[in-house]
């Protein structure tokens, strides 16, 4: 079930990708209404990327779906308390695995967006420097909410968490990177990372 939840949610976040700072900022709900046609259409015009080409995934993530994302807020919460002791060298290896390992649950989602729509609900609220985006994944019968929490940071609109019908991800990954670091400490959690993305580079 979560890896299910998971691989929806690589596939809603990769229907955001960044655009050129313009003067005046978007508002978050009309960015990610604007470019999730755009990455649909980059994905249905590619066959690679449709039978899973790991390469053709990784760039198509790399260029448009990180940069939405602010993974060092992303990181520090799943990490938890846990966080602020780690040494400035053990905070970037936890980030760097944390973004291999998402973008390998991407490389299972994108092969699915060709059938798969994305609704952008109206914005609550657009005053803060916080907001959450609501949306709903349509596609094979299944209609399912998701929402995207957003900060504002220098005018620009960057994602640290998704919620998938009730979860959110942030929390999901806190939960078991607990047990990790109960278990080896910070440089546990990061070889398990590690031997994870390997296992899944290997597939």
């Keep these: 079930m979560v890896a299910r939840l998971l691989s929806i949610a690589a596939l809603a976040v990769a229907f955001i990708a960044p655009l050129p700072v313009r003067a005046q900022a978007e508002a978050p709900d009309a ?22 080409d790991v390469r053709k995934v990784v760039a198509l993530v790399d260029a448009k779906v990180l940069p939405s994302f602010d993974f060092a807020r992303m ?6 308390p846990a966080w602020a002791k780690a040494t400035p060298d053990q905070q970037g290896r936890l980030q760097d695995e944390f973004k ?22 109206p914005l609550r609220d657009a005053g803060g420097k916080e907001v959450v985006v609501r949306t709903e994944i349509r596609g094979n019968g299944d209609t399912i909410p998701m929402n995207f929490r957003l900060e504002n940071a220098d005018s620009v609109w960057k994602i640290y968490d998704v919620n998938i019908s009730g979860i959110w991800l942030v929390d999901n990954y806190r939960n078991t990177f607990a047990s990790e670091i109960n278990a080896g400490g910070v440089d546990g959690l990061i070889a398990k990372l590690k031997d994870k993305n390997k296992s899944n580079a290997a597939r």
């Design 31 to 52: 960015l990610v209404k604007r470019v999730s046609s755009d990455v649909l259409d980059a994905v249905r015009a590619d066959k690679s990327i449709q039978s899973g």
């Design 75 to 80: 990181t520090a919460s799943a990490v938890g």
């Design 100 to 121: 291999i390992l998402l973008v390998r649950v991407y490389s299972g989602a994108l092969a699915q967006g060709t059938d798969r729509t994305l609704e952008v609900k």
